[in-house]
């Protein structure tokens, strides 16, 4: 069977377990287009590079969509009490509402600063903003195979014409 070839048919949902390989999917809240900015996509790189620099995480791909990021990686161990996924939606989800709070976007008036940080307005006990959607995707990849076709598709969802990122490949 070639990787352009297997389709997955199992269970999807957004739990993990330590050293296994995963191909995870994690997107931006209303699917508001939040990654399209440069320091948006720097913060996803440097909280990855801190993870693995802390040997929490080894990963073998990923893209930065404009709304979502996918990756294929392997969670090696906890941070303190909370696992590499959880670390770095928290992370990357505070550095954000922090430059939406400093930013303002392009003009520097109070209603412009609070016009992008209500798309992520919640009614929570424990936030008031939720940048990423609940329940990431995770696929725990089994085959060689398997590792091959997401891999493939982590490379070639920027070249689909609906998102206009590469004019080839």
């Known amino acids: 069977m070639k990787g352009k070839d297997?389709?997955?048919k199992?269970?999807?949902n957004s739990y993990t377990e330590l050293n296994e390989v995963y191909f995870w999917t994690i997107t931006i809240n209303h699917w508001y287009p939040l990654l399209r900015k440069e320091e948006n996509k720097m913060i996803m790189i440097n909280s990855l590079q801190w993870l693995l620099s802390k040997q929490l995480a080894?990963?073998?791909g990923y893209v930065i969509m404009p709304n979502h990021?996918?990756?294929m990686w392997n969670q090696l161990k906890m941070n303190g009490r909370e696992f590499p996924?959880?670390?770095f939606e928290k992370f990357t989800a505070k550095r954000m509402l922090k430059n939406m709070k400093l930013s303002g976007g392009k003009t520097n008036t109070r209603e412009a600063k609070d016009a992008e940080i209500y798309n992520f307005a919640v009614k929570a006990s424990d936030r008031n903003h939720n940048i990423w959607q609940r329940?990431?995707?995770a696929i725990r990849i089994f085959s060689r195979e398997m590792a091959v076709q997401k891999l493939n598709y982590i490379h070639n969802n920027p070249l689909q014409a609906h998102w206009s990122l590469c004019l080839r490949q």
């Open 135 to 137: 329940d990431p995707l």
């Open 58 to 60: 080894q990963i073998y």
């Open 10 to 12: 199992g269970h999807r």
């Open 69 to 71: 990021i996918h990756l």
């Open 85 to 87: 996924k959880n670390s």
């Open 6 to 8: 297997f389709n997955y």
